[in-house]
């Protein structure tokens, strides 16, 4: 049955000669992964660019829910970004959240809340000209949020932290957390920003089965450096 749907780019991976399987987040069915014929021949080479990660979606696809790999009908550019493929640093924390959500998002159903919260989260930091240097530690701590175990305070992730055994050293940097859960743009050291990227990273460790190495994380901290 074709079904219409939003959808947002997570990645894809080549397949024979000129198809890719490609994983894309969709508001109505959750993580969806589609197999789409012909991209990469010399026909389709301009198709490509359509499933680069985050690319925001307008999607008319084929939904069997026994299915393992669907396919797409039609397919449009939601919302062409402006910046984040031209600026180096918007490029950079892009490449790092794609990372996240590959290993965050799982569940093969709709969401729309959280469908909406990528959406104009990805919407704001594309039309931002300044204020987005903490982006991504904000970022992470929202998506815990619709991901279901937001911590309430910074003491409370402290506090699941050190239970878990690993060293929480400083309290006080960690305290900016709460500044950042209501204001984003709140201003915040280079070396606390990369404090609270590393203690939230932990606590993902927590709560996200195979969350393993974010190997982005090093790029992101050059680019901040």
Same mark, same amino acid.
Do not use: C
């Given at each position: 049955? $074709? +079904?219409?749907?939003?959808?947002?780019?997570? %990645?894809?991976?080549?397949?024979?000669?000129?198809?890719?399987? =490609?994983?894309?987040? *969709?508001?109505?069915? !959750?993580?969806?992964?589609?197999?789409? %014929? !012909?991209?990469?021949?010399?026909?389709?080479?301009?198709?490509?660019?359509?499933?680069?990660?985050? *690319?925001?979606?307008?999607?008319?696809?084929?939904?069997?829910? &026994?299915? !393992?790999?669907?396919?797409? @009908?039609?397919?449009? =550019?939601?919302? /062409?970004?402006? @910046?984040?493929?031209?600026?180096?640093?918007? @490029?950079?924390?892009?490449?790092?959240?794609?990372?996240?959500?590959?290993?965050?998002?799982?569940?093969?159903?709709?969401?729309?809340?959280?469908?909406?919260? $990528?959406?104009?989260?990805?919407?704001?930091?594309? +039309?931002?000209?300044?204020?987005?240097?903490? #982006?991504? =530690?904000?970022?992470?701590?929202?998506?815990? #949020?619709?991901?279901?175990?937001? /911590?309430? &305070?910074?003491? +409370? $992730? &402290? +506090?699941?932290?050190?239970?878990?055994?690993?060293?929480?050293?400083?309290?006080?940097?960690?305290?900016?957390?709460?500044?950042?859960?209501?204001?984003?743009?709140?201003?915040?050291?280079? /070396?606390?920003?990369?404090?609270?990227?590393?203690?939230?990273?932990?606590?993902?460790?927590?709560?996200?089965? !195979?969350?393993?190495?974010?190997?982005?994380?090093? =790029?992101?901290?050059?680019?901040?450096?």
């Amino acid at each position: 049955m $074709l +079904q219409k749907t939003r959808g947002l780019v997570l %990645n894809y991976l080549r397949y024979r000669e000129t198809s890719i399987i =490609v994983k894309i987040y *969709t508001e109505e069915f !959750g993580l969806q992964t589609y197999i789409e %014929n !012909g991209v990469r021949s010399s026909k389709g080479k301009n198709k490509i660019a359509l499933f680069q990660p985050l *690319t925001l979606l307008d999607l008319v696809v084929y939904f069997k829910e &026994s299915a !393992g790999i669907q396919r797409i @009908s039609e397919l449009r =550019v939601n919302h /062409p970004y402006q @910046s984040i493929p031209f600026d180096v640093t918007k @490029s950079t924390i892009a490449l790092f959240i794609t990372e996240i959500l590959s290993k965050t998002l799982k569940e093969e159903s709709s969401n729309p809340p959280l469908f909406g919260f $990528l959406r104009e989260s990805l919407l704001w930091l594309d +039309q931002a000209a300044t204020g987005y240097e903490n #982006f991504h =530690v904000w970022f992470l701590l929202r998506l815990s #949020f619709y991901l279901g175990f937001e /911590p309430q &305070s910074a003491q +409370q $992730l &402290s +506090q699941e932290l050190t239970d878990a055994g690993y060293r929480v050293y400083d309290e006080e940097a960690l305290s900016r957390l709460d500044d950042l859960r209501t204001d984003p743009d709140a201003r915040v050291s280079r /070396p606390i920003r990369n404090y609270l990227l590393e203690i939230l990273l932990k606590f993902y460790e927590l709560h996200v089965d !195979g969350m393993g190495e974010v190997r982005s994380l090093e =790029v992101l901290r050059t680019i901040f450096s």
